[in-house]
Each structure stands twice: as structure tokens, then as C-alpha cells.
């Protein structure tokens, strides 16, 4: 007893004992729980879209991108002790695959793996990271089990260009503004369509709204720094292949409504497609013109709908 109160023990537990597969549980697992790892990573705008993505003749675990950037991360999961092999691995998928952040999950670095990560942080570019994460698993007491990652190798520069600027909510200042901006945006949008969307702003570069076509998206996304109207397929790769060659098919439709730039984009080494247009805008913290970014998103919108309604996707 301490204090009046009675203290539980922090206690470790096997990860085999949660995912005893590294490919049927870890994987899948660590695919739709991404947030484990941006967080650890500070990457918040992480997102993890497809496992067991081939290279060549093998087979990579995890790919995904930082949204914000629009950068691949690929992820090569380990349920065992670091070795050569998945050092191997880990480098060939590199160079097929062209990621700015290489990912390597293990349940414990050799200290020879550890120190091949450091020098390759030393000897690559500055827009290639490499991490290398330990998995634990903690419980306290009878409590349900808990991740509770260790981040063992990271680039010497990480915590100086990771913004960790804090808030009161416990947000970074560039979440703050994501999720102010949005928030502004969405008002616009329900005073004027309220049918279209009840969300509320996200903290994060983009901004999903419903079809009511299923796996079918109008994202509003800074993309690459500039603000942008998506169209985004969202299913299988072959659902997403098949609605994306019809919107070519009738490309001249797009191109009879939307006065912007329009960038196609089948996203091939992705499980999902799409097609961008673009504004003119390219600096969300300047404020005076968010009514005109708001009016821009929705003036595109209005032509998207239009499209989706003329093209049958169904």
C-alpha cells in the first residue's frame, strides 16, 4: 500500500501469445491498428494500406504512406529476434519500392542489426529514414493486454524535424490548424448541403465526405502543400481498377465540368485510385483566405457530384 492506494505490477507479456502468427495475425493486426505505429513514430498522418504488397518475387508485409507528404513507408515485421535475413529483406524491398521511411518491427534488435540501421542512417539521404521498433506487450494485474512498442533506432535528426509542438488538447500546432481549417470548411458545406456530409473537422491533411457509392470518396486533401478535390476509390485493387478505367472511359465528361487542373492517377503499386484537381491555393496557415479555399472545395464538389451522377461506378 502506498499513499492509501494498492499498486499493480507492469508486468510483460510474450507477444506469441497474442499474434502466434507473424503473417495471419501480427500483419493484419498492425494494418488496421496503424496509429500504434505513427504515434511511435511520430508520423501522424501515417496510413498503412496494403499487406503482403510484392516486390519483385517476394512479398513485403506492410506499405503505406504519410499522407502529409505523400511518401511511401513500408514495414517488415519480425516476430523474433533480429537477423540477417530480414536485414537482407528489409534492403531489397527499399530498393524496389523507392520508400522514404523503412520500418523494421523485431522482438529484439542483435546489436550488430541495430548498428546496420545507424549506419544507414548516416549514409543515406535526408529523405530516407530508416526505424527500427522493438515489440512489447504489458499488462497490469488481470488487465487486457496492451502494445506498448519501443522505438530503438531512429534518424539523428528525427526529434529536430518531427514537429512536437504541444497544445492544450495535446495537439500539434499542425493539427490545430488542419482541424480549424476543416472545421470551417464543413460549415460552409452544411449551411449550404446539409445532406452531404455530418463530420466533424479532422486534425489531419484531409477530409473524407460520402458518395453514397460504396468505397467511393470525395476527399478534400493539402496534398503535397497544395489544396486539392479527390475522387478516391477505396475498395480491392481489381474493384478499384475496374471504376477507375470507366471514369477514363468517360474522361471527357471530367473534363466538360471541372475548370482545373485534373491529375489522373491509378495508383498502381497502392490498393487504391484516383483522380486529383487542384487549386491554386497552397498555404493553409493563411487565414484571410480560407472563405475562398471553403468556396473553391465546394464550387468542386458540386462538378464532382455531377460526374459521379452521369457516370454509373456501381
Known amino acids: 500500500m502506498t499513499g492509501g492506494f494498492e499498486l ?3 508486468t510483460s507479456v510474450a507477444p506469441r501469445t497474442v499474434w502466434p502468427d507473424e503473417a495471419l495475425h501480427f500483419t493484419p493486426w498492425l494494418l488496421e491498428n496503424a496509429d500504434v505505429l505513427a504515434e511511435l513514430l ?18 513485403l508485409d506492410l506499405i503505406g504512406r ?9 514495414v517488415e515485421n519480425q516476430l523474433g529476434r533480429s537477423d540477417h535475413q530480414h536485414l ?29 540501421l545507424e549506419w544507414l542512417n548516416h549514409r543515406t539521404d535526408e529523405d530516407t529514414r530508416f526505424f527500427g521498433v522493438e515489440i512489447r506487450v504489458v499488462r497490469i494485474g488481470d488487465s487486457p493486454v496492451a502494445p506498448n512498442f519501443e522505438l530503438v533506432v531512429k534518424p539523428n535528426d528525427w526529434e529536430k524535424t518531427v514537429k512536437k509542438a504541444a497544445t492544450s488538447t495535446g495537439e500539434s500546432a499542425s493539427a490545430v490548424v488542419y482541424r480549424e481549417f476543416w472545421a470551417v470548411v464543413l460549415d460552409r458545406i452544411r449551411d449550404r448541403y446539409p445532406s452531404w456530409t455530418n463530420a466533424t473537422g479532422l486534425n489531419k491533411p484531409w ?11 470525395l476527399l478534400m486533401s493539402w496534398f503535397n502543400g497544395v489544396l486539392t478535390h479527390q475522387v478516391y476509390f477505396s475498395a480491392n485493387a481489381e474493384e478499384n481498377e475496374r471504376r477507375y478505367a ?15 487542373e485534373v491529375t489522373w492517377d491509378p495508383m498502381p503499386d497502392n490498393k487504391a485510385a484516383r483522380i486529383i484537381v487542384s487549386s491554386p491555393f497552397n498555404d493553409i496557415n493563411d487565414r484571410d483566405r480560407w472563405d475562398e479555399m471553403a468556396e ?6 458540386e462538378r464532382l457530384r455531377e460526374v459521379l451522377t452521369r457516370v454509373d461506378l456501381r
Open 296 to 301: 473553391w472545395l465546394i464550387t468542386n464538389q
Open 8 to 10: 499493480a505490477r507492469l
Open 207 to 217: 477530409q473524407p465526405i460520402g458518395t453514397g457509392i460504396s468505397n467511393v470518396q
Open 42 to 59: 511520430g508520423i501522424d498522418d501515417l496510413v498503412l494500406e496494403a499487406a503482403e504488397h510484392r516486390v519483385g518475387g517476394f512479398r
Open 246 to 260: 470507366i471514369l477514363v472511359e468517360h474522361r471527357h465528361i471530367v473534363d466538360s465540368l471541372v475548370n482545373a
Open 88 to 116: 537482407g529483406q528489409i534492403i531489397t524491398y527499399a530498393a524496389g519500392t523507392n520508400p522514404s521511411t523503412i520500418v523494421w518491427v523485431t522482438t529484439g534488435f542483435r546489436e550488430e542489426h541495430r548498428a546496420a
Open 66 to 74: 504519410d499522407q502529409g507528404t505523400d511518401r511511401k513507408v513500408i
